[in-house]
């Protein structure tokens, strides 16, 4: 039922959108959005261009991690509605021409999961195995030194087992054993079930946290000038490890194999998450080589940092890429659910924004937009009395949480709460949003969201961009350049990532000036290129080619 017909490589430079459906649309007035929501807010991302949705999870759960804690993979959590209003989005998605990737988390379920209540009822029954348990140390402490990424020991004691269980994330949210051939293949059931149903693929949660060191051997120390906060804050102990043995198990590409032979006979894709501070890039390169594990893995390099990329942040991150994850294919993102959104991140103005994401779309890899970025919003300054994330209330004030990126998304400048919800919504709205309404600069040509529209289509219009090589990667000061090549043709980027104006130099080449919709300028005779602050140059080669 619902089923798209669609290529094997559909996700191959694909823009994807990422609805998170707490905070997209309430329609039936409890403050939270829902799966209706979603479905009447899709012709919204369509006009975008974009090619697909990935839906945050709306599966059962007790949301003490916001649903990413699921007590049951193949229903509804009725707060989102029912599995009908599920098949509602599949059905107008694909009437829209978009696909949909559903946010699968496989490495942890919460502990309410009837799989859990039976595995911690005795250390013999038949899902006793089914999650990580472990003995204590003769002093009664947790068998390693292993730590939670939401902060303290990763070890949570039971006393009817009389062992402690795994938990890389919560206390309520217990690791399951991928060790157990029973575990993968319930989990892939739960894939088939989704696939059955009609998606187009998934977005894998943690994929390098599925399997743990069946020794559990204690993990090394990481030197402080080693340390970032990539994927956790810098106020996390857990930064002061250097995480081999609890995560980035070898042979978790084993699953990766079996769910990739699942998803084959579906043209479904995947896009993986790997959270790794000093790793990331290389396992991205592991987990989507070849035809036979994940199709795509998002990176952390340009989600992170507190300064606006610069020339050589970004040649020096795609150059490590090509050593590393050669035969791998990224997933790119500013902005998602877990972090300061980009344009306070960085401290972006309207010109800088739109620099940002025109760079972005000529990146080569595959795009996530994270909603509400297309509107410009900033970060929302979330009071302590309003916080829910749990990952803030334990870091709180040096790390805020992710609240500030997770309020409501604004449709309406002039309705009660901008058109989320006519109820209290479970995070404020804050009033700065409300100007970035959709409504409020639908007739503004100059406004952000044209600007996502026109390069989305350029982007698609350029097949380069989509799937070609990007090579001669060049930094000079704030200057950034390199070339996407395929067999359509080739294309040469320049960037301007500063607020002054700079000079450079084209090389010699018939090249046509592309991209004038967003604000590409072309070079002078001489092949000098006078570039404006936080503006670009697109140039395509023409069929003649290069004359020296």
């Not at 209706?36 to 697909?52: C, K, M």
């Not at 306070?344 to 994401?357: H, I, M």
């Amino acid at each position: 039922m619902n089923l798209l017909n669609k290529s094997a490589d559909w996700w191959r430079g694909a823009v994807i959108y990422q609805i998170y459906p707490r905070s997209f649309q309430d329609t039936n007035g409890d403050g939270v959005g829902d799966l209706l929501g979603i479905v009447q807010r899709l012709p919204h991302v369509a006009s975008l261009g974009a090619d697909a949705v990935w839906i945050s999870p709306f599966f059962t759960s007790p949301m003490k991690d916001f649903g990413y804690d699921i007590s049951d993979y193949c229903d509804v959590d009725p707060m989102f509605g029912s599995m009908a209003d599920f098949d509602q989005v599949i059905a107008t998605a694909h009437a829209l021409g978009l696909k949909v990737l559903i946010d699968l988390v496989l490495s942890h379920t919460s502990d309410v999961h009837p799989w859990f209540k039976e595995s911690r009822d005795s250390r013999d029954n038949p899902k006793a195995d089914w999650y990580v348990w472990a003995d204590p140390k003769p002093d009664g402490t947790p068998p390693n030194n292993w730590l939670s990424i939401f902060g303290g020991p990763a070890w949570q004691w039971d006393s009817r087992r009389e062992q402690y269980y795994l938990h890389n994330f919560l206390i309520a949210q217990p690791d399951l054993n991928f060790h157990s051939t029973e575990v993968q293949q319930e989990l892939l059931a739960v894939a088939k079930f989704w696939l059955d149903r009609g998606v187009d693929g998934f977005r894998l949660d943690t994929i390098n946290f599925y399997m743990h060191d069946e020794e559990l051997r204690d993990n090394p120390a990481l030197a402080a000038a080693e340390r970032n906060d990539q994927t956790a804050p810098k106020v996390n102990p857990y930064n002061h490890q250097r995480h081999i043995y609890d995560k980035n198990h070898p042979r978790n590409v084993e699953f990766l194999r079996k769910l990739r032979t699942l998803m084959n006979a579906y043209n479904a894709a995947a896009v993986g998450e790997i959270g790794d501070s000093q790793r990331g890039l290389e396992i991205l390169g592991e987990y989507t080589s070849g035809e036979d594990k994940v199709q795509m893995s998002y990176a952390f390099e340009l989600l992170s940092g507190h300064e606006p990329l610069n020339a050589s942040f970004i040649k020096d991150t795609f150059e490590r890429l090509e050593r590393v994850a050669a035969d791998g294919w990224a997933c790119w993102a500013y902005s998602n659910h877990d972090v300061v959104r980009h344009i306070s991140r960085w401290g972006l103005n309207p010109a800088s924004a739109k620099l940002y994401t025109t760079l972005l779309m000529c990146l080569k890899g595959s795009v996530c937009l994270y909603q509400g970025e297309e509107l410009g919003l900033p970060e929302a300054e979330i009071g302590f009395e309003d916080v829910r994330d749990p990952y803030g209330i334990q870091f709180w004030p040096e790390f805020k949480g992710r609240d500030g990126c997770r309020t409501p998304m604004v449709w309406s400048k002039d309705a009660v709460n901008a058109g989320f919800s006519t109820a209290k919504p479970w995070l404020p709205v804050p009033s700065s949003h409300y100007s970035h309404a959709p409504d409020a600069t639908e007739n503004d040509p100059a406004a952000l969201i044209h600007h996502y529209r026109r390069a989305i289509a350029f982007r698609h219009h350029q097949e380069p961009l989509r799937t070609g090589d990007m090579t001669h990667i060049w930094a000079h000061g704030d200057v950034l350049s390199f070339h996407r090549t395929s067999d359509e043709g080739e294309i040469l980027c320049f960037f301007n990532l500063s607020d002054h104006p700079v000079d450079t130099t084209v090389p010699a080449g018939d090249w046509v000036t592309i991209g004038g919709e967003l604000g590409s300028i072309r070079p002078m005779p001489d092949h000098t290129l006078h570039l404006g602050p936080w503006q670009p140059s697109l140039l395509k080669l023409n069929q003649g080619g290069r004359d020296g």
